[in-house]
């Protein structure tokens, strides 16, 4: 066999060992950090015991604040944090749907419940105000910002309804910045009076913040902008000890997700929500980011596999989610003229009879 490095020279050849060895280095570099941050995930999301919420001064008669708590998944982490022993004030817009929860859950576990509806797409001094008041002097130790809202179906940016956007970044974005001061320090005087008892924010962002997920547009800039306000909040708070999360999540049964069946890629909100709270502060999927975790065990595989392969930026990740959005925009649409032929049809019934 001819040696393909028999006519170099030798200072050729030892630029080509030189490259080899830099090379051999990188790779195994890249694979020793993909496997350790595999094997990381691994423990996360099956090996270590669940996050222990007594560090947030669970049953001291604490309190926690969940926002889009009426429904979903908000409703589930109202629930499931009450369970941990926490009162819970329960803020969102249908003040009904608000006395059910706090009716469900203050039969169901021994805890306290106060209820706050305001309508977070009108962004006004008074509903803030109103929260201040309805939480002055409460010892809240966790924030929980789940409220949002995602478009009525995939649409593209050009086409997307006026109200619906600045809805989707008031509510997800606006409303966020401002309950989180309202309730921060109340968090930070809270924990400075409890030795050793730290304040967690959680804040709910997509699958859409972590892929820009084209047809989805607006959505998707309004939870990045939570990937990285939250990261730079959880640096600043991290030494005042509130621990800052960023939750990522790909679709769960809900209202929002028209969703209504469970497999193994698409949990409903309880299963969610016992995922996240078991992982809070670990980093299950999302293992290359800081303050921020993918808790859910498929969902966290499905992050962890394309950033360690074509990546969340790549142009094959946006093509991918740009075709999956055009053929669900052209089944919604399919689906809406059903239902208005069969209301048509039935308004002329009623007419004939
Ligand atoms: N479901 C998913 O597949 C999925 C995936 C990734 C991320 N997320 C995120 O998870 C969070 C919760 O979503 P979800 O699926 O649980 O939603 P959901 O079932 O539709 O519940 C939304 C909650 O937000 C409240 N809300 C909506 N608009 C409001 C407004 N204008 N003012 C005040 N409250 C309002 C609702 O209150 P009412 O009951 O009064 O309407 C309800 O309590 C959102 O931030 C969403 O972006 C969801």
Request: proline share 4%; hydrophobic share 40%.
């Amino acid at each position: 066999m001819v040696c393909p490095f028999s006519d170099f020279t030798g200072t050729e050849s030892k630029v080509v060992t030189g490259l080899a060895f830099v090379a051999l280095t990188v790779g195994l570099f890249k694979l020793t950090t993909a496997t350790l941050s595999f094997l990381s995930m691994i423990f996360d999301l099956y090996i270590l015991p669940p996050v222990n919420f007594s560090q947030y001064g669970a049953k001291k008669g604490n309190w926690a604040l969940v926002t889009g708590a009426s429904d979903g998944i908000g409703k589930e982490y109202a629930r499931q944090i009450a369970k941990k022993g926490f009162n819970v004030v329960l803020v969102s817009r249908t003040k009904a749907k608000l006395e059910a929860v706090a009716k469900e859950i203050e039969g169901e576990f021994d805890v306290k419940t106060i209820i706050v509806a305001f309508d977070a797409s009108k962004d006004v001094p008074e509903s803030y105000e109103a929260l201040k008041e309805a939480i002055k002097g409460l010892p809240i130790t966790i924030l929980i910002n789940n409220v949002g809202k995602s478009h009525s179906m995939p649409v593209s940016f050009l086409d997307t309804d006026e109200k619906e956007m600045n809805d989707i970044i008031t509510i997800n974005d606006f409303t966020t910045l401002r309950v989180t001061r309202v309730v921060s320090p109340l968090i930070l005087s809270t924990i400075q009076k409890q030795n050793g008892v730290r304040g967690l924010i959680v804040n709910m962002s997509s699958f859409a913040g972590l892929f820009p997920t084209p047809m989805l547009a607006t959505y998707t800039g309004s939870k990045f902008f939570l990937q990285g306000w939250s990261a730079a909040l959880a640096g600043e708070l991290k030494p005042q000890n509130i621990d800052v999360e960023c939750v990522l999540s790909y679709l769960v049964t809900s209202a929002m997700s028209k969703v209504r069946r469970t497999s193994f890629t698409v949990p409903n909100p309880k299963q969610f929500v016992a995922s996240t709270l078991k992982n809070i502060g670990r980093r299950g999927g999302a293992q290359e980011r800081y303050a921020t975790i993918t808790p859910y065990p498929s969902h966290a595989l499905m992050h962890w596999a394309v950033a360690n392969t074509v990546g969340v930026f790549s142009k094959a990740a946006n093509h991918l989610n740009y075709q999956m959005h055009k053929s669900i925009r052209i089944r919604a649409l399919r689906k809406a003229k059903r239902i208005a032929e069969a209301n048509a049809k039935d308004s002329d019934f009623q007419k004939t009879e």
